[in-house]
């Protein structure tokens, strides 16, 4: 009987897992090509989608575990969350999940040892965009030329070097987004003037080993000197994977969806 069981459960988990694969494969595949420049990514349309409408659009940049040229990877954090049916009913947009090769990194930032052999994080105020950057802006450029985009609703989220890369999105095409969130990131300090106007949410887990909370802390304390008043969540007992809890609050894409670009 014991043996029966075992094999009932594993037949279970594999049906699980295997009708989890088969929600994720209701994100098309795309391809951006131009010239030099290519990226790869996964695209969820609305339900009952229809070109003659226009829809909010978010893009979403995975962390730098997810890079690769599968296109399947950058789908491990946050994709299921937008298959939920009422997340798709109540929220119809189109998500973009594009993926950052292996040899490149969303920001420029730049990486220093420690003298404990830990690894430090140098943010650049300036500099050109990684080969992945790149294409990535060339990729929304094009998004925004479909007729059925909403150019008042654009949003950008990311976590990790998702979150570094959705600063750098914000530093490079500030007059663009409505609001974006950003989960365990950081940026230049410096940088922040450019895009204090944006409704931006900061997530990020106090014991974080990976990415210190401080590069989040900095980036909302900069915000109000400069008059800002950021949304700000700290995750006391969370690590670096405070993007679990982000996508569970309940909040999170009620607010990021209610903004639209003031005209």
Not at 118 to 132: E, I, Y
Not at 161 to 173: C, F, V
Request: a positive charge; one cysteine or more.
């Amino acid at each position: 009987m014991s043996r029966i069981k075992t094999t009932l459960s594993i037949l279970l988990l594999v049906c699980s897992l295997s009708s989890k694969a088969q929600d994720l494969k209701k994100y098309d595949k795309g391809s951006f090509i131009k010239g030099k420049d290519s990226i790869s990514y996964r695209i969820l349309f609305p339900e009952n989608f229809s070109a003659d409408k226009k829809y909010p659009i978010l893009f979403f940049l995975h962390g730098s575990g997810e890079r690769g040229n599968d296109n399947e990877k950058q789908l491990t954090h946050g994709g299921k969350l937008f298959l939920k049916p009422e997340i798709r009913k109540q929220f119809p947009a189109i998500i973009v999940f594009p993926q950052c090769t292996e040899d490149s990194f969303w920001s420029n930032v730049r990486f220093d040892t420690t003298a404990h052999g830990n690894r430090s994080f140098n943010f650049q105020k300036r500099g050109k965009p990684t080969k992945s950057m790149k294409a990535l802006l060339g990729m929304i450029d094009n998004f925004l030329e479909k007729p059925y985009v909403n150019h008042d609703q654009v949003y950008v989220g990311g976590l990790s070097m998702g979150g570094m890369g959705t600063y750098e999105l914000l530093r490079r095409k500030p007059k663009l987004f409505a609001a974006a969130i950003a989960i365990c990131g950081g940026d230049n300090v410096a940088n922040v003037q450019k895009y204090k106007n944006v409704p931006l949410w900061i997530f990020h887990g106090e014991k974080d080993e990976v990415v210190p909370v401080v590069f989040s802390t900095m980036i909302s304390d900069q915000l109000k000197v400069l008059g800002k008043e950021p949304k700000l969540t700290l995750y006391p007992d969370a690590h670096h994977n405070s993007w679990d809890a982000a996508f569970a609050d309940p909040k999170l894409l009620p607010w990021l969806f209610s903004n639209q670009k003031k005209q």
